[in-house]
């Protein structure tokens, strides 16, 4: 082994390593950056190797930071965070809640239903995980407790639906995705749409089985009402604002009217006009999605100035080539290569946020993909199908990662909302069914490739 592989080893096991001191990452991942030029300038002098690490290497990161920072693609990304946030806060939620717990309630796991299709809406308007779950537990947990839902169930439910914000557009993380690996985001967030319909679809499925099999899981709601037809109008009123809102970002960037930039800032006033029709908008509540999009915005865009200097020194190390020379020497074929990368990007996802993988992993690893020969139809009209299709294999992988014990992100956001009596092992027995579940979406889509691909396909072409 070489020099400069066992300084791209130890960057690796430096930066894992200090990620459990707690220090904030981006200043983990630009001090490890750091570190290791140093040690390969002066060892270069002191040694005789061939690093070609020193200062000119870091001055190097300034021009790199300059043309990340001059992307438009991201100026998205400020504007789909205040989008959710700003939605968090309109209201939007509660009505729907409300209304379509009626529609469902005649159906046993109805209440469990209702929690599901509002995370497929709230996925498709906030595009944020944390959100997602936080909002989710806040307004469905008391309720399905009080009419005496299993707590597995019930908690298991939040977390699955919640975690939908990580895959289905307009999600943050395919917008970054995209411009790291070159890609279009319309591109992204159509190829999107199916597979996250899709886990939807199975969620429910699994519900309403699984709540026929153990009625005492999921009780009717005593108090429910017989569907009516004014049932139906307040569901419709309910359901129609997030359903313009939805159009109004995803069907202008889908019809090639907007571009994601511009479909971000019609999101972002949109969501503001609901939280105005819903008489939600004061002061309080600008200063507090302001602030927490200003410290959202702050923490994304810092990892991007570490990252970026942490890539650039492994890069130069030949820390690419080390990483394509260990997955093609692989004994196995091309789609054994491709389980043994989403098996790591899903142990990776335990102690890596989604950020720090797309940044840093994913453009390390998307080279290795594109040689290794897959052959997907891209009908002419989708650029790299092979790349939106792995791309999506990646968001699936995450989505479980962030969803899987001990560590998942999203059980510790639902913890955080949920009263003292409910145990984390609860949330942990809780997510197990759905885990399988997202597995089962994640072998549909390595099956039929073809269910990512078609939708970009037929809109562009």
Not at 19 to 24: D, K, N, S
Not at 39 to 59: A, E, H, K, P, Q
Not at 107 to 130: E, N
Not at 244 to 249: F, H, R
């Amino acid at each position: 082994m070489e020099f400069n592989d066992v300084l791209v080893i130890g960057m690796f096991l430096t930066f894992i390593s200090l990620l459990f001191t707690g220090f904030p990452v981006a200043w983990v991942l630009g001090g490890v950056a750091v570190w290791f030029t140093f040690v390969g300038y002066f060892s270069d002098i002191y040694f005789g190797t061939t690093t070609g690490l020193d200062y000119l290497t870091l001055g190097m990161s300034v021009n790199r930071i300059y043309k990340f920072m001059d992307n438009w693609v991201l100026v998205a990304l400020p504007m789909f965070i205040f989008m959710g946030l700003m939605l968090d806060r309109s209201g939007i939620a509660e009505k729907l809640m409300k209304s379509m717990q009626n529609l469902f309630g005649s159906i046993r796991g109805g209440l469990a239903v209702t929690v599901t299709t509002i995370g497929i809406i709230l996925a498709a308007s906030t595009g944020i995980i944390g959100a997602s779950v936080v909002l989710l537990g806040l307004l469905s947990l008391p309720a399905m407790m009080n009419q005496g839902y299993s707590k597995t169930l019930a908690l298991g439910t939040i977390a699955g639906s919640g975690t939908l914000g990580i895959l289905i557009p307009p999600s943050i993380m395919l917008v970054i995705m995209a411009d790291q690996l070159g890609l279009s985001v319309g591109d992204l967030f159509m190829g999107a749409v199916i597979p996250g319909i899709i886990l939807g679809l199975l969620y429910i499925t699994y519900i309403l089985i699984f709540c026929l099999i153990n009625p005492d899981a999921a009780p009717l709601d005593p108090e429910r009402k017989p569907l009516e037809l004014k049932i139906l109008w307040d569901i419709f009123k309910s359901i129609l604002p997030p359903a313009l809102l939805i159009i109004a970002v995803l069907g202008s960037i889908f019809a090639g009217i907007t571009t994601p930039t511009e479909a971000s800032g019609v999101g972002a006033l949109g969501a503001t006009l609901l939280a105005i029709a819903n008489k939600k908008l004061n002061w309080k509540v600008i200063t507090e999605v302001m602030k927490s999009c200003f410290n959202t915005t702050a923490y994304i865009f810092a990892i991007f100035l570490g990252a970026t200097c942490f890539a650039l020194v492994l890069r130069s190390l030949g820390g690419d080539e080390l990483i394509e020379r260990a997955l093609t020497g692989l004994p196995f074929g091309p789609h054994g290569i491709m389980l043994v990368i989403l098996g790591a990007v899903f142990i990776l996802g335990f102690f890596l946020d989604w950020i720090e993988i797309t940044l840093i992993v994913l453009p390390l690893i998307a080279p290795v993909v594109s040689s290794l020969g897959f052959e997907i139809d891209g009908h002419g009209v989708v650029d790299n199908p092979e790349l939106v299709w792995f791309v999506m294999l990646i968001a699936v992988s995450l989505q479980t990662s962030f969803l899987t014990p001990p560590v998942g992100f999203a059980l510790f956001y639902l913890k955080g909302v949920c009263p003292p009596e409910i145990k984390l092992t609860d949330i942990y027995k809780g997510v197990v069914p759905f885990i399988i579940l997202q597995l089962i979406g994640l072998v549909i889509i390595i099956l039929w490739p073809q269910l990512v691909i078609w939708l970009p396909s037929v809109a562009y072409g």
